[in-house]
């Protein structure tokens, strides 16, 4: 049993690009669909989809490499920021910029997972999960 599952989907989307995988497998929850389709919307993966296999839901997340022999991944790293034992919460006015505007958070809020780009515009806060680069 995972004791912080998202951490482990982001984990293995990272292990996928440093072993220069095409796609990566995970047991499917709503937080990690909700952390892909914020990966997809900002060009960090190239797509996902919902699967079920032997009668259980995954998560199939193709990875997008910046070219085409596949040595320049889109995610050069991963960092958790909340964990099980420490949540890390930010307000809309206490939000920074990851890796000066090319990095992104993702964060969840009251209208669900978004970036922090997307979290800032709303006037949103909320739990800091992970940053991308």
Partial sequence: MLSYPLADFLIRIKNGYMATNDEVLAPFSKIKEGAAVVLQKYNFIKSFEIKEIDKKKTIKVNL????????????ESIKIIS??????????KKQKAVLAGFGLAIISTSKGLMSNLDAHRQGLGGEVLAEVW
């Fill in 64 to 75: 997008l490499y910046q070219d085409k022999r596949k040595q320049k991944p889109a995610i």
């Fill in 83 to 92: 964990k099980p034992g420490l949540r890390v919460y930010r307000s809309c």
